[in-house]
């Protein structure tokens, strides 16, 4: 009897002092968490993962809500077949449709503080003139018609005064041309000159750190079209063939994108970006997820880094690793967030390892309603199936790439664009020079670097 | 310090952990906590049954089978605290974390005798259990 008695009352003790001694290590391994241990990237670790967030902030903090925008519309006489005259029966053209809707966002939008409204043309000495108009008198132009009689677009110039109107107000330049160079006819060596000329005006777009959007649409062109080459015909009368115009926007990277992606809104599937670079993508390597399980030996250096730049991988022969990595590229251009161009596009580079893309694939419904996931926009999977160094870096990187459209709508003949439509004269040429203004910058859009060790 | 200590001694019989993406709960977290709660709780046992229940209270369960009772006891808490252990650290079970929990109550076993052997000459009435061999009187 009494024996039974101090065993139930033993083990009653027992109990207790186990119950005592599980909250006592909960406490314990909490503390844990912040001793870092003893390996050299593990220490360099908290160094990172501080510095990620503070160099996150800016960038967001500094996307505006409004920026002031400039629109430049050139209504010089090869504009005029994208604003016909409105008659009874007669659709609007795309060219119309779209410069309407995107000059009312302008005047009325919630994204735009202070607008100006211009119609560039050029006097008869070939000088470009910007006339500061109403918002209404735009709308007259688009929907009504060009009355004036202007004859050529000197491109450089114009872009150069438009730019540097832009900038001394501390707007962001919206131009729309038809971007066919109409250089004087006495000096048509400028042609040869075009990517330098158009390289030195926009020096200072380089020179302040701006970045520049080209959107390309094509809309049908009713009337006298004029084409850069003037054999065999000088003009031609055309009748709804398809003639490409341009919309070029310039300004912060940040100011750019607030009017491409809330201003102007559908953009054309014509997009090429220049200047663009994202210093600090958020990104993590996905150890834990469900949804992303790892395979072969791969862990986070830290137990509970988030994110997670930094792993410990030991592939093995029969069992590669492999592993996701989570990306928030929803500050990209549109364009650039799309699989098929990440696919194409998206670069893995390494020391120390040979790793591989595996897939890249956007984020899904399942994995927006997943807390820890719903921060991430992208995953990269990554295959790794050997190590050549102890420790070393993998990188996913999106390179600076010319967009494949240039090419095909730029012709060294737009003389018949009922023959060869959605071209224009030295597309090529125009964008080279472009691209020389971001030569020396970073060949990447953005890089995220993942540091690893062998696994021990 | 404490974590390779029991890292090492967990996995020179268990390997690597698996799977291998919780190898840093397991070595951070699991391993020390278990390792230091079987040394504390087997302390606490063997502490119970010489000096509380066969001294200071002089139950009589000083024989043998008494001892392979608490034994026992002490071997189903070692298995429990490995697999509860990992399942209150949200890791995924694996048939890992039953081997590892299988080599907890062999460490326990171990770890019992040990300390029954140094701590039994302490006691009044079990100074002999399991056996008498090393005391001499």
């Known amino acids: 009897m009494l024996l039974k008695k101090f065993v139930r009352s033993s083990c009653l003790l027992l109990l207790l002092v186990l119950f005592a001694l599980t909250a006592c290590f909960k406490k314990q391994s909490g503390n844990e968490e912040t001793e870092p241990t003893t390996t050299p990237a593990q220490v360099e670790k908290p160094a990172e993962t501080t510095k990620a967030p503070a160099t996150t902030t800016p960038a967001e903090t500094t996307a505006p809500s409004k920026v002031n925008v400039n629109v430049y519309l050139e209504i010089s006489n090869g504009m005029k077949g994208f604003m016909p005259t409105p008659a009874a029966g007669k659709e609007a053209t795309t060219f119309q449709n779209n410069l309407n809707k995107l000059i009312s966002e302008v005047q009325d939008g919630r994204y735009v503080a202070n607008k100006g409204f211009y119609l560039a043309k050029e006097d008869a000495q070939s000088r470009p003139v910007l006339d500061s108009v109403s918002y209404n008198t735009m709308k007259s132009y688009i929907v009504s018609g060009i009355k004036d009689d202007v004859r050529g677009t000197p491109l450089p110039s114009l872009l150069q005064s438009a730019l540097n109107k832009s900038i001394e107000q501390g707007a962001v330049s ?49 009337g006298t079209y004029h084409p850069a080459v003037k054999k065999p015909e000088l003009r031609r009368t055309l009748n709804g063939e398809e003639i490409p115009y341009y919309i070029w926007v310039i300004g912060k990277q940040q100011e750019v994108q607030v009017v491409t992606n809330k201003v102007l809104r559908n953009l054309p599937a014509q997009q090429a970006y220049f200047g663009f670079e994202y210093k600090s993508i958020p990104f993590s390597a996905l150890l834990k997820e469900k949804q992303f399980k790892p395979a072969g030996v791969v862990y986070c250096s830290s137990r509970n880094a988030d994110p997670c730049t930094s792993v410990n991988l030991q592939p093995e022969k029969k069992e590669p690793v492999e592993f996701t990595i989570g990306f928030d590229l929803s500050g990209l251009p549109m364009s650039m967030q799309s699989i098929d161009y990440l696919k194409k596009n998206l670069k893995v580079t390494s020391t120390g390892s040979r790793p591989t893309i595996v897939s890249v694939t956007a984020a899904d419904e399942s994995i927006k309603a997943t807390p820890d996931l719903a921060k991430y926009s992208h995953f990269v999977r990554i295959r790794v199936p050997e190590l050549t160094a102890n420790s070393g870096t993998i990188s996913v990187q999106l390179p600076q790439v010319t967009p494949t459209w240039i090419t095909s709508w730029s012709t060294d003949n737009d003389n018949n664009p009922a023959a060869a439509p959605k071209k224009t004269y030295q597309l090529t040429k125009i964008i080279d020079g472009v691209q020389a203004l971001y030569r020396d910058q970073s060949d990447f859009v953005f890089n995220a670097t993942i540091q690893f060790n062998k696994a021990d | 310090m404490i974590q390779k200590f029991f890292s090492g001694l967990y996995e020179l019989f268990l390997g690597r952990p698996i799977p291998a993406n919780f190898t840093n709960d397991y070595r951070e977290v699991v391993f020390p906590n278990t390792g230091l709660m079987l040394f504390i709780i087997t302390l606490a046992i063997v502490i119970i049954y010489y000096y509380v229940l066969n001294r200071a209270m002089s139950t009589g369960l000083y024989k043998p089978r008494h001892w392979v009772m608490f034994l026992i006891l002490n071997a189903i808490i070692a298995f429990i605290i490995p697999i509860s252990q990992v399942n209150g650290n949200e890791i995924e079970t694996h048939s890992y974390t039953y081997m590892f929990a299988f080599v907890n109550v062999i460490y326990s076993i171990i770890l019992f005798f040990v300390f029954s052997i140094l701590l039994k000459r302490g006691s009044v009435q079990a100074w002999t259990t399991p056996m008498k061999w090393p005391n001499k009187k």
């Open chain 1, 174 to 222: 919206v131009i729309i041309s038809d971007f066919i160079h109409g250089p004087d006819p006495r000096d048509q060596g400028q042609f040869i000159s075009l990517d330098s000329d158009i390289r030195s005006s926009l020096r200072e777009a380089e020179h302040q750190g701006l970045a520049i959007a080209i959107l390309a649409n094509s809309s049908p062109f009713y």
